[in-house]
């Protein structure tokens, strides 16, 4: 079966050169996910990756997961960007030129497709998202043991494999659209009962991929949504869909005063993130926040055990009220792979990242993490008091 050629670290778009081979920048290859700057119409900057080096990526990780012996099913979605879609295809083609079954949840937020793991059954997940950053980027978010993704290990091997065209074909390769996977999703997380007091919610998506989602599932919990830049738009035109920069907050902000609401729900551009602003407009850092989760959740289950990143507030360690719940924190390297991998290593409660990465475990969530079920967690919190005066 004929292969395709080794990739190059630099080819020049409009030339035969860059049709005829594939690029593929190594230092897209980062310690736990995978990025690189695609290009859109317009944009001057050279780019670091083609859709046959996207094809070479697929051939490389589906390579990867034969050597893993896992089960050759992937999961793939893709965000909401002009050529996130083209990204996926060129993907799902390597994938499958290497002997994989590809299961295409279609547009989705980045925890839809690790919820898909769990709800197909599926063991390894590659999800095309540049999350919070700028149009024309592109990046995949992989794994093959859930919860957790890829850890600097995997992506060296991922790395090495691609760049040295050591992809190797298979047969048995297979292509599978999933029909209104969304639906599957929306109705996992709305089969609880709506919240029992009344919440006014600004939801902000700054343009994002969660737009197409959050509204919907908090209108459907009985939250009064006030929206923010929930329409898609892959320009961004205000502002990047990222709820740690102050652009977005400061939009939060005055969003809550001008509209009264209780709280203010932002969500990165691929959904795996939430970020808070308070009833008075005040930005309430994720790690304080998860001070806040941990003193509640720690109250329903005594002696849990949680997971914060280094960069975090030493209040999870000196907190009285954590003290006197028996609560036990495990500070940890910073990175979302490295806390996920260790709430799953040490059947932790929770994990919490200051960059707004949390994860859940039972009976809340699975392990990943997903800017949704954050939110619930946050409201399910504040029981219908002023967040200002909790925190």
């Given at each position: ?119 197909l059954d599926i063991p390894v997940v590659a999800m095309v998202t540049a ?261």
């Amino acid at each position: 079966m004929a292969m395709l050629p080794k990739p190059s670290a630099n080819l020049t778009p409009n030339t035969l050169a860059f049709e005829m081979r594939p690029l593929v920048k190594p230092t897209g290859f980062r310690e736990y996910d995978a990025r690189w700057w695609f290009g859109h119409p317009g944009s001057t900057e050279p780019p670091e990756l083609n859709l046959m080096g996207v094809q070479a990526l697929g051939m490389g990780l589906g390579t990867l997961i034969h050597e893993f012996g896992v089960k050759p099913h992937v999961v793939t979605g893709h965000d909401f960007r002009s050529y996130s879609m083209a990204i996926k295809i060129a993907l799902t083609q390597g994938l499958m030129a290497a002997g994989c079954t590809v299961h295409d949840i279609g547009l989705v937020m980045s925890p839809m497709a690790y919820f898909a793991q769990f709800a197909l059954d599926i063991p390894v997940v590659a999800m095309v998202t540049a999350s919070h950053n700028d149009n024309g980027w592109t990046g995949v978010k992989m794994g093959a043991e859930r919860p957790v993704t890829f850890g600097p290990d995997e992506m060296a091997r991922l790395r090495d494999i691609v760049l040295s065209g050591s992809y190797k074909s298979r047969k048995g390769g297979a292509y599978r659209f999933v029909e209104n996977f969304a639906g599957t999703y929306v109705a996992d997380l709305t089969q609880r009962p709506p919240f029992s007091r009344r919440i006014k919610a600004v939801v902000a998506c700054g343009n994002g991929t969660a737009g197409a989602f959050a509204p919907r599932i908090l209108e459907s919990l009985g939250v009064e949504v006030v929206a923010l830049d929930t329409e898609l738009d892959y320009t961004f035109p205000h502002y990047n869909p990222n709820p740690e920069d102050m652009k977005m907050l400061h939009a939060m902000s005055v969003k809550v005063k001008e509209s009264g609401a209780d709280i203010a729900l932002g969500f990165d551009g691929d959904g795996d993130r939430c970020g808070i602003v308070d009833d008075e407009g005040r930005e309430i850092f994720a790690d304080k926040i998860g001070v806040m989760l941990a003193r509640d959740l720690s109250k329903l289950h005594p002696g849990a055990q949680f997971v914060v990143d280094v960069k975090s507030t030493g209040l999870f360690a000196t907190d009285p009220v954590l003290i006197a719940q028996g609560a036990r924190t495990d500070y940890f390297k910073t990175g979302h792979s490295y806390i996920k991998r260790r709430v799953k290593d040490l059947s932790a409660l929770a994990g919490f990242e200051k960059s707004g990465h949390f994860f859940f475990n039972a009976p809340i969530g699975r392990g990943y993490d997903d800017g949704m079920v954050t939110a619930i967690a946050v409201l399910d919190m504040i029981h219908g008091r002023s967040l200002s005066r909790a925190a």
